[in-house]
């Protein structure tokens, strides 16, 4: 198959799918729908994008955050919610990163001290953040427990405690998100 037949034959799958009523969503992105005439066009999202990054041991504080950024309007990423059986979830993970508005990182006292993906993705996203203008907020970091800042982080980013007041540290988080302009572009 040739390179145009492809690209018509990803068209009329998208076509299909769409006059069907089935949701096709490019993550964090848009999605694609009929619009007033009946075309099938792409929407562009302007929901502002989170990924949530932390420990597989914090994962019930993680979903909480997930849930509570979704009910203020947000478009939060997590893993569990997001990667699809058979995706290449380590460039998966990349990816949402590079594309994603903002980065929140979870610390806790099992996270910090901790060997495995946690740590990754928070090297990844500080490589991901040197390219982000100096003046835009891009790495989010909260303590979920009192724990110990990793000292790169803690010397030039505010942190937010979420486990001295729940209600309070969300509010901090999702005002941070919602007051500035959409950082993409």
């Known amino acids: 198959m040739t390179r145009r037949a492809g690209k018509k034959s990803v068209a009329r799958l998208i ?29 562009a999202s ?4 989170v ?10 504080e993680a979903r909480r955050i997930y849930r509570a950024l979704k009910a203020n309007g947000l478009e939060p990423w997590m893993d569990e919610e997001k990667l699809l059986p058979g995706q290449n979830w380590p460039r998966s993970i990349e990816r949402a990163i590079e594309v994603s508005d903002y980065f929140l990182a979870c610390f806790s006292r099992r996270s910090v001290g901790k060997r495995g993906f946690f740590q990754s993705e928070l090297r ?31 010397r030039q980013t505010q942190y937010i405690d ?6 309070i ?11 500035q302009p959409k950082p993409r572009g």
């Open 169 to 179: 540290g969300i509010k901090a988080l999702v005002n941070v998100m919602t007051r």
């Open 46 to 49: 302007n929901r502002t994008t």
């Open 15 to 43: 076509d299909r799918c769409v006059r069907e009523g089935l949701a096709i969503e490019i993550d964090g992105l848009g999605a694609f729908q009929l619009d007033n005439e009946g075309q099938v066009v792409f929407q």
């Open 51 to 60: 990924f949530i990054a932390y420990a597989k041991e914090d994962r019930l």
């Open 124 to 154: 990844y996203a500080l490589d991901v953040a040197a390219r982000v203008p100096l003046d835009r907020v891009f790495l989010l970091p909260v303590r979920l427990s009192e724990c110990e800042m990793p000292l790169e982080i803690a």
């Open 162 to 167: 979420l486990f001295s007041d729940w209600e």
